[in-house]
């Protein structure tokens, strides 16, 4: 053979071989594809997709179907995408709940703004998992920024976002710096909200319907009437670990004003996780020692709410002179509830059948707030005026909500009726389903008061995280948990928390009751939810 052929051989054979080794590191190196835009991250399926993948969660399969037969229903309308953040995934029946319970509200928001307002933009929703924790949040904004870019996607404002985590921070920075509006449906950190006023916004086009854990902390310390309480009775337990949620509820009822000399100073502990208990009961259990030689009768709990049960049961089984003891939390006790088991009610509840512990907490929502708080200002109404009120006399800020839950009940029985798939009938005491839903029709209102002219031309993204501040007043969003008019700095403004307790000796053991309303502020929000200046 020629020289010149064996060469030319040689060469062949070199690029087949390299030709080769590139296919087959590609092939061992290709993504494990879940689903179209999911890609399996270390054991999770992260990434965003719109059209019915479940993310192997089997308690989310009839919603998330639903979502994609809404999303292909308006293919051929002019329409923006809504994402939802939020962690998919979860080897715990109780999680799985959860998250069936906020996609639920979610789905009927979204039939709500694109059946309700009958306006362009129609919205597509699509589910966004960030893994468990947000550990992997930025694989997710990474991808929703290119969405916002796209003119196929036009991805117009994101959703969602159920925990106060360095990581949820994170992530809602990343995507405001970038332009993409964000409404947070769930998330009381305040850490992670914008100060009010003329200072630049920490989070540009950021806006939150659920109130912050200080004004939270506020509306409980006035339901309660902190400032005819006495200190010695009262003391602060909280988590070190770093915690958003955890940090800011601490300062919060750090700062609660009361009377008298002080009682026992605030004692922590430190769990190893939001959802890991490790040595974190034997750390509780010597807190309650300590506090059952105090005076203190009322706990200001700062921790999550696998750490409140067992510190609620911890301090049940000591015999403290048969004190009853009052636990006062934020809103992550809304999962308690479910958590509990029979044996632990009965623990919490004692021989005795009066109930050892109570918690209390401030619940974002609760089916039950507006009926109750409508009974109790007509029967004062009656008493005070000897005949009814006038339609025009009721309180809007308990009448309109009252009318936008009947809306929602409306809605769950008829698509219940319809068969379109909720997977089960949503449980309202968990506040996940309100909350959520009313995030959706609030981005409604939104894209509807931002659209203009022709309906093909979409608003922008600008034109979108303008429209928070706009909420207000005359263009107030009648929310399920309350009126929702937002500030400057898109925060609620003075929007009540609905003081909810589980009481282990009640006849129904372990249910939850509605007890009243807490206003941040001290007093209900103003005719027309006028917002009034900090100055005034």
């Given at each position: 053979?020629?020289?010149?052929?064996?060469?030319l051989?040689?060469l062949?054979?070199a690029?087949?071989?390299?030709?080769g080794?590139?296919?087959?590191?590609s092939?061992?190196?290709r993504p494990?594809?879940?689903a179209?835009?999911v890609?399996?991250?270390g054991g999770e399926?992260?990434?965003?997709?719109?059209?019915?993948?479940d993310?192997?969660?089997?308690?989310?399969?009839?919603?998330?179907?639903?979502?994609?037969?809404?999303n292909?229903?308006?293919?051929g309308q002019?329409?923006?995408?809504?994402?939802?953040?939020?962690?998919l995934?979860?080897?715990?029946?109780?999680?799985?709940?959860e998250i069936?319970?906020?996609?639920?509200?979610?789905?009927l928001?979204?039939?709500?703004?694109?059946?309700?307002?009958?306006?362009?933009?129609?919205?597509k929703?699509?589910?966004?998992?960030?893994?468990?924790d947000y550990?992997h949040?930025?694989?997710?904004?990474?991808?929703l920024?290119?969405?916002?870019?796209?003119p196929?996607?036009?991805?117009?404002?994101?959703?969602?976002?159920?925990?106060s985590?360095?990581?949820?921070k994170?992530?809602?920075a990343?995507?405001t710096?970038?332009?993409?509006p964000v409404?947070?449906?769930?998330?009381?950190?305040?850490?992670?909200?914008?100060?009010?006023?003329?200072a630049k916004?920490r989070?540009?086009?950021?806006?939150r319907?659920?109130t912050t854990?200080?004004d939270?902390?506020?509306?409980?310390?006035?339901?309660?009437?902190?400032q005819?309480?006495?200190?010695?009775?009262t003391?602060v337990v909280?988590?070190?670990?770093?915690d958003?949620y955890?940090e800011?509820?601490a300062q919060?009822f750090?700062?609660?004003?009361?009377?008298?000399?002080?009682?026992?100073e605030?004692m922590?502990?430190t769990?190893p996780?939001?959802d890991e208990a490790?040595?974190?009961?034997n750390q509780?259990?010597?807190?309650a020692n300590?506090?059952?030689?105090?005076?203190?009768?009322?706990?200001?709990?700062?921790?999550?709410?696998?750490?409140?049960r067992l510190?609620?049961?911890?301090?049940?089984?000591?015999d403290?002179e048969?004190r009853?003891?009052t636990?006062?939390?934020?809103?992550?006790?809304a999962?308690?509830?479910?958590?509990?088991?029979?044996?632990d009610?009965?623990?919490?509840?004692?021989t005795?059948?009066?109930?050892?512990v109570?918690?209390?907490?401030?619940a974002?929502?609760h089916?039950?707030?507006?009926s109750?708080?409508?009974?109790?200002?007509?029967?004062?109404?009656?008493?005070a005026?000897?005949r009814?009120p006038?339609?025009?006399?009721l309180p809007?800020?308990?009448t309109e909500?009252q009318?936008?839950?009947?809306?929602?009940?409306r809605?769950?029985?008829?698509?219940?009726?319809?068969?379109?798939?909720?997977g089960?009938?949503?449980?309202?005491?968990?506040?996940?389903t309100m909350?959520?839903y009313?995030?959706?029709?609030?981005?409604?209102?939104?894209?509807h008061?931002?659209?203009?002219?022709?309906a093909?031309n979409?608003?922008?993204?600008?034109?979108?995280?303008?429209?928070?501040?706009q909420?207000?007043?005359?263009?107030r969003?009648?929310?399920t948990s309350g009126?929702i008019?937002?500030?400057?700095?898109?925060?609620?403004y003075?929007k009540p928390?609905?003081?909810?307790?589980?009481?282990?000796?009640?006849q129904?053991m372990?249910t939850?009751?509605f007890?009243?309303l807490?206003w941040?502020?001290g007093?209900?929000q103003?005719?027309?939810c006028?917002?009034?200046?900090?100055?005034?």
């Open positions: 053979m020629p020289r010149w052929q064996k060469i051989y040689a062949l054979v690029a087949v071989a390299v030709t080794g590139v296919f087959l590191w092939y061992l190196h494990d594809t879940c179209d835009g890609d399996r991250i399926c992260v990434g965003v997709n719109g059209s019915g993948y993310f192997g969660n089997g308690d989310i399969t009839a919603v998330v179907r639903a979502i994609a037969q809404e292909k229903k308006i293919e002019p329409h923006v995408t809504v994402a939802m953040v939020l962690p995934q979860s080897d715990k029946a109780g999680l799985r709940r069936r319970s906020d996609l639920q509200g979610a789905y928001g979204q039939l709500q703004a694109n059946a309700g307002e009958g306006e362009p933009p129609k919205i929703l699509v589910l966004a998992n960030p893994g468990q550990r949040q930025a694989t997710v904004v990474d991808t920024v290119r969405m916002a870019g796209s196929k996607d036009q991805l117009r404002a994101v959703t969602g976002f159920n925990l985590l360095d990581a949820t994170d992530a809602i990343q995507l710096e970038h332009g993409v409404l947070a449906s769930r998330i009381t950190g305040d850490q992670i909200a914008n100060a009010d006023g003329l916004p989070f540009p086009g950021l806006a319907i659920i854990n200080h939270a902390a506020q509306a409980l310390a006035n339901f309660n009437g902190a005819d309480r006495e200190n010695s009775k003391v909280y988590d070190t670990r770093q958003a955890d800011s509820l919060a750090s700062g609660i004003k009361e009377t008298g000399p002080p009682g026992p605030a922590r502990f769990s996780a939001i490790g040595s974190t009961g509780l259990e010597q807190i300590n506090i059952c030689q105090s005076s203190a009768d009322t706990i200001y709990f700062a921790g999550r709410n696998l750490h409140l510190f609620a049961l911890k301090l049940a089984k000591l403290c048969n009853h003891y636990i006062i939390t934020g809103a992550d006790a999962s308690l509830q479910q958590n509990m088991t029979a044996g009610w009965e623990e919490l509840r004692g005795g059948g009066t109930a050892k109570t918690v209390q907490y401030a974002p929502a089916p039950d707030a507006w109750t708080e409508l009974a109790a200002w007509r029967k004062n109404w009656v008493a005026h000897h009814e006038t339609d025009a006399e809007q800020y308990l909500p009318a936008a839950l009947d809306n929602l009940k809605l769950i029985t008829s698509t219940l009726h319809a068969g379109t798939g909720l089960s009938t949503p449980d309202l005491e968990d506040s996940r909350l959520n009313d995030g959706m029709v609030t981005i409604g209102r939104a894209l008061e931002a659209q203009s002219g022709d093909a979409v608003p922008s993204l600008q034109d979108v995280g303008g429209e928070w501040a909420l207000q007043s005359a263009h969003v009648q929310g009126l008019c937002l500030t400057s700095g898109g925060n609620p003075d928390v609905a003081v909810v307790e589980l009481d282990p000796g009640r129904r372990g939850l009751k007890i009243g807490g941040p502020t007093r209900e103003p005719k027309n006028v917002i009034p200046s900090r100055t005034s």
